[in-house]
């Protein structure tokens, strides 16, 4: 049953990748797994308990005899329902951050960037698109951030070449701005929620990496735009007499929807509870502040008209099911065991997180970044008590593999445009093919994905 279980892991990575070639959404793949996974898992579910919790289900039985039925029970009170739980605290925090980032655009609190890229100069357009792209994915969700923006850079920039560089410096961006902090990609949320590292450290190590990544392939995508863009100025877009917002009104929004977020490691570090609680409080107070700031419009019954499109809402409710679906197969994965022997093989064999980032950085562009990233998370507990000189002290909290699995996955998924769910939005929106990307794109990116790794290695040796 092990190696079934290990077989449909695996084919389901390989559809995973291939997604764009046989039209099956990822999303429903990852749940399959998730879901059929822990149904084969029950069928044999005496044999692993007894392996893997044997102490755990005699207490759990207090002297009865063991049935079927109380097997049953003890997996899903005590097994099963803790990575529900682990998966579910992502979930929220997403649906929390992306409601936010709704709520904010919906009442032109992005507006600014609409502004400010109101030129015909490819340089500046570029670099306010993608630097706002860059902030905003460190503090709100980067898949609706990258979405976002590529609305409003499609409903400027006129010329379909021109749009596919931009977009792709956009999604760039977008994945590396994601990276650079623990509240910006599931990944380093998983992380941060696992005990693997802290917000300060993660960020203070993270930030030239990210930086140097995104910065390189978008001063060499720049070189292939011409002087002067083709763009078109359609007027801002209706919202209502009532919800057309005072300038103040929507810095305020702003402050309570990014300042909100700032505030949620130090809400983690004095109260222990998920981080997502904390993004739960912080889009209960935006809610209440879009109420009273849109009261008239609420009293008279008007709706605004939305400014996201039908397909980023259908977008987001496949991201939120895909994070579920594949953190439910690695929980599955993770009590056969498997993870473990995989871990134990690379500590004799390969001895070098070095080469499983690089590895992983690598799958990430082909497979998927977030499947790749929690298949590494899967692999290794935070070791507690190891010397830093050790190889094992890499796995510490705040260790070296934590962040090189961030940085690679996070990075690695730009290298090719199927790699990441801000990519493929790329694609479906301007009908994109791969081999476009791999031609004009994917040696761009390596690039500052190599220099981002070196700086990360001297940070990493060196500081």
């Not at 909100?260 to 222990?272: A, E, Q, S, Y």
């Not at 980032?357 to 799958?363: A, C, E, N, W, Y």
Request: proline residues 3%; neutral net charge.
């Amino acid at each position: 049953m092990t190696s079934i279980i290990v077989i449909l892991l695996l084919l389901g990575y390989v559809l995973i990748a291939t997604g764009h070639l046989t039209g099956v959404n990822k999303a429903a793949i990852a749940m399959f797994i998730g879901t059929v996974g822990w149904v084969m898992y029950v069928c044999y579910g005496t044999d692993y308990v007894m392996s893997l919790h044997p102490q755990d289900y005699e207490e759990y039985l207090g002297g009865e005899d063991p049935t079927s039925n109380a097997v049953k029970l003890y997996i899903y009170n005590n097994v099963f329902l803790y990575y529900v739980g682990r998966a579910a605290s992502i979930v929220m925090f997403l649906l929390s951050t992306m409601t936010i980032v709704e709520i904010l655009n919906n009442n032109g609190c992005f507006d600014f960037v609409t502004k400010w890229i109101r030129t015909r100069n490819s340089k500046r357009l570029l670099w306010t698109i993608t630097f706002a792209t860059f902030i905003l994915s460190a503090n709100l969700d980067n898949l609706t951030t990258a979405t976002t923006m590529l609305v409003i850079m499609r409903s400027i920039v006129q010329n379909r070449r021109q749009r596919m560089l931009i977009g792709s410096a956009i999604v760039i961006a977008a994945n590396c701005g994601g990276c650079f902090t623990v509240i910006g990609d599931p990944t380093g949320l998983i992380m941060w929620g696992d005990g693997a590292i802290t917000a300060t450290s993660f960020s203070s190590y993270m930030a030239l990496p990210a930086i140097a990544a995104w910065i390189i392939p978008t001063i060499l995508i720049n070189r292939e735009l011409p002087e002067r863009l083709d763009t078109q100025w359609a007027p801002m877009p209706y919202r209502g007499d009532e919800t057309n917002l005072n300038p103040w009104q929507r810095v305020l929004m702003l402050f309570v929807g990014i300042g909100g977020l700032w505030f949620i490691p130090t809400f983690h570090n004095m109260t222990k509870l998920s981080p997502f609680l904390g993004a739960l409080c912080v889009l209960s107070v935006l809610w209440i502040v879009n109420e009273v700031m849109n009261r008239k419009l609420m009293a008279a019954d008007q709706m605004s008209e939305r400014r996201i499109p039908m397909a980023l809402q259908y977008g987001t409710i496949q991201q939120i099911l895909f994070v579920m679906g594949i953190m439910l197969g690695m929980g599955v994965v993770t009590e056969m065991g498997v993870f473990g022997d995989v871990a134990a093989w690379f500590s004799q064999e390969i001895r070098s997180v070095w080469v499983i980032g690089i590895v992983s950085g690598l799958l990430s562009g082909v497979v998927d970044t977030f499947t790749i990233a929690v298949s590494d998370i899967s692999l290794y507990p935070v070791v507690k008590g190891a010397l830093p000189g050790d190889y094992m002290g890499n796995f510490i909290a705040n260790g070296a593999y934590w962040k090189i699995v961030a940085y690679t996955t996070a990075v690695g998924g730009c290298l090719l445009s199927v790699g990441s769910v801000s990519g493929l939005a790329l694609m479906k929106m301007e009908h994109m093919r791969l081999g476009w990307y791999v031609k004009n794109l994917s040696l761009k990116m390596l690039a500052g994905a190599l220099v981002g790794l070196a700086i990360l290695w001297v940070e990493l040796n060196y500081v």
